[in-house]
T-cell receptor, first 112, second 111 residues
Framework: GDSVTQMEGPVTLSEEAFLTINCTYTATGYPSLFWYVQYPGEGLQLLLKATKADDKGSNKGFEATYRKETTSFHLEKGSVQVSDSAVYFCALSDQAGTALIFGKGTTLSVSS | NAGVTQTPKFQVLKTGQSMTLQCAQDMNHNSMYWYRQDPGMGLRLIYYSASEGTTDKGEVPNGYNVSRLNKREFSLRLESAAPSQTSVYFC??????????FGDGTRLSIL
């Protein structure tokens, strides 16, 4: 079945460092891909999405490109801030568009 | 601009007690979902409702029941709570192939 694998955390960075969180997927067909962010004590918020191969999703300085050839959707940010500390989830939509399949989440901690 | 509202936010139950978690959305979405979040497990789908009047099992449905009361509301019921059901429960809503919108969660502890 469809699945998402993302890098284990926690990821600990200093402010202004470059961030990459790896995400790879296994799916039949052409799923949409998403990154969600969860701040402490809150629900998940959509960070960015891509719906087809070579699409680049971007938001708040974060970017991810849908790479069909490598089945990847890595999240990047050029310069992280303390306020980016959160848990990040990669997800894909199933073929029917009825549910999301999530990775296990990666905790990011940014220190000043 | 409420979005998805879950009640209660926190609850402690004893083993064997029953409870219903409530969820309501005001975005006129057709689909609604219940997930549970456990450390190191990500989010796992319990049940979903693709449209009013329909419900389907997700990855981990055992021990739960759901009701799609109307287009706005989707409740999750634990008939006989077990410690293994201690978790954070999230409700979400969306239209097909669109991003899901999540509530703030219900933190449930079962002793």
């Amino acid at each position: 079945g469809d699945s998402v694998t993302q890098m284990e955390g926690p990821v600990t960075l200093s402010e202004e460092a470059f961030l990459t969180i790896n995400c790879t997927y296994t799916a039949t067909g052409y799923p949409s891909l998403f990154w969600y962010v969860q701040y402490p004590g809150e629900g998940l918020q959509l960070l960015l999405k891509a719906t087809k191969a070579d699409d680049k999703g971007s938001n708040k300085g974060f970017e991810a490109t849908y790479r069909k050839e490598t089945t990847s959707f890595h999240l990047e940010k050029g310069s992280v801030q303390v306020s980016d500390s959160a848990v990040y989830f990669c997800a894909l939509s199933d073929q029917a568009g009825t549910a999301l399949i999530f990775g296990k989440g990666t905790t990011l901690s940014v220190s000043s | 601009n409420a979005g998805v509202t879950q009640t209660p936010k926190f609850q402690v139950l004893k083993t064997g007690q029953s409870m219903t978690l409530q969820c309501a959305q005001d975005m006129n979405h057709n689909s609604m979902y219940w997930y549970r979040q456990d450390p190191g497990m990500g989010l796992r789908l319990i049940y979903y409702s693709a449209s009013e009047g329909t419900t389907d099992k997700g990855e981990v449905p055992n021990g739960y029941n759901v009701s799609r009361l109307n287009k706005r509301e989707f409740s999750l019921r634990l008939e006989s709570a077990a410690p293994s059901q201690t978790s954070v429960y999230f409700c979400a809503s969306s239209d097909p192939f669109q991003p899901q919108h999540f509530g703030d969660g219900t933190r449930l502890s079962i002793l």
